[in-house]
């Protein structure tokens, strides 16, 4: 388990940060970048060392590159869902729930 985002690679900090938001954010890919891009320039206006996430570890002095890895999220390709059947798969590969 990683407590710091300083631990993660470069490659592990940028996708999994572009997997989560166009997973959980699909709305990215129809923003407009020009208000989008506003709205982080506020953010990095606040100077905020620290960034404390519910789907990252704490972040010391990364600020800048956080906002710049989500400015770029626009521009991954979407996250597509797994069809039914892909799904009824996936949900037959994980068994029985415990107890069951």
């Known amino acids: 388990m990683v407590e710091n985002a300083a ?9 999994g940060i572009t997997a989560w938001t166009t ?6 890919h129809l923003v407009d970048r020009g208000r989008f891009g506003k709205v982080l320039d506020d953010v990095r206006k ?9 789907h990252l570890p704490a972040a010391t002095g990364q600020t800048d590159a956080l906002l710049k890895i989500i400015e770029s999220v ?3 390709e979407p996250f597509v869902p797994p069809d ?6 996936i949900v037959a590969q994980m068994g029985p729930p415990p107890g069951a």
């Open 84 to 89: 039914h059947e892909a799904f009824a798969a």
């Open 7 to 15: 631990d993660l690679t470069e490659p592990e900090l940028v996708g």
């Open 46 to 54: 606040l100077g905020a060392n620290n960034v404390l996430s519910s």
């Open 74 to 76: 626009p521009d991954a």
């Open 23 to 28: 997973f959980d954010s699909p709305w990215t």
